[in-house]
T-cell receptor, first 114, second 114 residues
Framework: KNEVEQSPQNLTAQEGEFITINCSYSVGISALHWLQQHPGGGIVSLFMLSSGKKKHGRLIATINIQEKHSSLHITASHPRDSAVYICAVRWFGPRETSGSRLTFGEGTQLTVNP | DTGVSQDPRHKITKRGQNVTFRCDPISEHNRLYWYRQTLGQGPEFLTYFQNEAQLEKSRLLSDRFSAERPKGSFSTLEIQRTEQGDSAMYLC????????????FGPGTRLTVL
């Protein structure tokens, strides 16, 4: 059982739709990341959260520490948003020995059709 | 380009051969991570360096795998006696020591073991 779970695994939307991807994790974390991966492998960091909400353009990320849950929202979705969206967490632990190593969810494949 | 670079981008090898991958982090980034990603899965942590010191290794890193970062700059990941199960994308990421935990990922090396 993965310690970081995402849903849905696959999501198909029409251009303009509001999209939500969810992430749940099992124990306390010091930070949660949302990442975007395009075909070919390149990963880009979208957000890092430890509490509350962040917004960047059409992307919004929220986190509820008590419920151990985060969501990534995309407003006015566009075909160029098609990618795999990955949630990753940094567990509490000594930075000196583990740095900021991340544990990843399995990703959500998003396809936005024109 | 001052991002994280990896070489080669693709490697095809026969089972039993040794392979070596290189990662050049963003200059002055003290922390360097190796992750492995199999098809349809999220990345998994392999190992972490703080400067030249390898501070943490995953149990996924069998004795056929070795990683080095001899001068605290670039890093190499070697796989000896490759097996078909080693086929995956190998991702490198770096971050500054006193950072907000944001990791910058390279484009990855895709390994195919025939």
């Amino acid at each position: 059982k993965n310690e970081v779970e995402q849903s849905p695994q696959n999501l198909t939307a029409q251009e303009g739709e509001f999209i939500t991807i969810n992430c749940s994790y099992s124990v306390g974390i010091s930070a949660l990341h949302w990442l975007q991966q395009h075909p070919g492998g390149g990963i880009v960091s979208l957000f890092m959260l430890s509490s509350g909400k962040k917004k960047h353009g059409r992307l919004i990320a929220t986190i509820n520490i008590q419920e151990k849950h985060s969501s990534l929202h995309i407003t006015a979705s566009h075909p160029r948003d098609s990618a795999v969206y990955i949630c990753a967490v940094r567990w509490f632990g000594p930075r000196e020995t583990s740095g900021s190593r991340l544990t990843f969810g399995e990703g959500t494949q998003l396809t936005v059709n024109p | 380009d001052t991002g994280v670079s990896q070489d080669p981008r693709h490697k095809i090898t026969k089972r039993g051969q040794n392979v070596t991958f290189r990662c050049d982090p963003i200059s002055e980034h003290n922390r360097l991570y190796w992750y492995r990603q199999t098809l349809g899965q999220g990345p998994e942590f392999l190992t972490y360096f703080q400067n030249e010191a390898q501070l943490e290794k995953s149990r996924l890193l069998s004795d056929r795998f070795s990683a080095e970062r001899p001068k605290g700059s670039f890093s190499t990941l070697e796989i000896q006696r490759t097996e078909q199960g080693d086929s995956a994308m190998y991702l490198c990421a770096s971050s500054p020591t006193f950072s907000t935990d944001t990791q910058y990922f390279g484009p990855g090396t895709r390994l195919t073991v025939l």
